[in-house]
C-alpha cells in the first residue's frame, strides 16, 4: 500500500519533478560526460536562427516548439544539453516528424558529440572510456560471480530448543532443525545424510525415507536426528550435515557440533560391566 500511494503520487502529482529534483541520473551524467561524449543535442549550425520555413534566412529550425513540448521534463534542447534533460529521445522523434512534414532532413536534433557539432572528429578512445570500461569490467565481472554463486535452495541447520542432546539405549543423540527454501519453481525433494567432519565416524539419520518435498518458491522446516552409538561416541565432535537430490548429484552441507556428556561416563551408563577404555 506504501508503494502504491508513492507511485499514485508521483504520477499524479509530483510528475517531472521527479526526473528534475530527485532523480540522479541528470547530476551522473554532467559528472560522466565531456565534449567527446555523444548525448542527445541540437545541431544548432543547421538549425539556427530558427524561423519559419518559408524565410530563406532562417535555419532549418521552424521553431515549432514541439520539441519543447514533448520533452517530460519540460526543457528546451536547442538551449544545449541541460541537466534535466533524462535522454529520453522524445524531442528527438518529434523533430524528426517536423523535418519529414517540411521536406528537410532529418536528424536536427540526434544523438551526436559536441566535438562533431563543431565539425571535428569524435575520439572514442581517450582516459575517460578506458577509465569507465575498467569500472564497467569490474562491475559486470562482480556481477557475473555473484550470479555464479546464486544457489537453488537455501539450506540452514540449527540445534532445536531444549535438552542439547539425548542419552538412548545405545548412545546419544542430537536433534537438528532444517530449514529448506526452494528458489525454483519445480518440485524438489530432498534428502538427508550426516558424516563427522573428518569421515571418521558412521552417523544414523532419522529422516523422512522418502525424503522432504519443497513446493517452488516454497519453505520446509524439518527435524533431523543425528545419532552415535555409544562405542564410537568420541565426545563433542563436528559433524557435517548434507542434503542432496535423490541422485546425489546436488549437494548441500552445514557443519554443526554433535554435543554429548562425557565419553567415559555415557560408555559406564550403557555398557555398566565393561571396563573404561
Ligand atoms: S521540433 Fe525541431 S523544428 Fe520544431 S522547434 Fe524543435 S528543433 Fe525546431
Ligand atoms: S531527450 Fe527527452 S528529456 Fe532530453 S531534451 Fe529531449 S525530450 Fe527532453
Known amino acids: 500500500m506504501i508503494v502504491s500511494a ?9 510528475r517531472e519533478q521527479l526526473c528534475l529534483i530527485i532523480c540522479p ?11 567527446h561524449s555523444i548525448n542527445v543535442a ?14 530563406p534566412n532562417a535555419g532549418d529550425c521552424i521553431d515549432c516548439r514541439r520539441c519543447v513540448q514533448v520533452c517530460p521534463t519540460g526543457i528546451d534542447i536547442r538551449q ?10 522524445a524531442c528527438i522523434d518529434a523533430c524528426d516528424e517536423i523535418m519529414t512534414k517540411v521536406k528537410r532532413p532529418q536528424g536536427l536534433i540526434r544523438y551526436v558529440s559536441e566535438e ?9 578512445i581517450r582516459p575517460r572510456t578506458i577509465l569507465y570500461s575498467i569500472l564497467l569490467f569490474l ?11 546464486l544457489q537453488p535452495i537455501v539450506f540452514t541447520a540449527t540445534r532445536m530448543a531444549g535438552a542439547p542432546y539425548i542419552i538412548t539405549e545405545t548412545g546419544v543423540r542430537n536433534q537438528y532443525q532444517v530449514r529448506l527454501v526452494n528458489k525454483t519453481n519445480q518440485d524438489k525433494r530432498f534428502f538427508f545424510t550426516a558424516s563427522a567432519v573428518d569421515d571418521s565416524l558412521p552417523l544414523a539419520v532419522a529422516s523422512a525415507a522418502d525424503g522432504i518435498l519443497v513446493r517452488p518458491l516454497g ?32 549437494v548441500w552441507s552445514r557443519e554443526v557440533d554433535f554435543l554429548g556428556p562425557d565419553r567415559d561416563l555415557l560408555r559406564q551408563r550403557i555398557f555398566p560391566t565393561a571396563p573404561n577404555e
Open 6 to 14: 508513492a507511485l499514485y503520487a508521483n504520477f499524479a502529482w509530483f
Open 25 to 35: 541520473y541528470g547530476r551522473l551524467q554532467s559528472a560522466l560526460v565531456d565534449e
Open 42 to 55: 541540437y545541431d544548432y549550425n543547421r538549425g539556427n536562427p530558427p524561423g519559419p520555413a518559408r524565410d
Open 80 to 89: 544545449g544539453l541541460q541537466l534535466e534533460c533524462i535522454a529520453c529521445t
Open 116 to 124: 562533431q557539432l563543431e565539425g571535428r572528429k569524435t575520439q572514442w
Open 139 to 149: 562491475g559486470m565481472s562482480v556481477a557475473g560471480y555473484s550470479l555464479m554463486q
Open 219 to 250: 519453505e520446509v522446516v524439518t527435524p533431523v536426528i543425528v545419532s552415535v552409538s555409544a562405542a564410537d561416541f568420541p565426545g563433542r565432535f563436528p559433524i557435517r550435515i548434507e542434503v542432496h537430490n535423490k541422485e546425489s548429484t546436488s
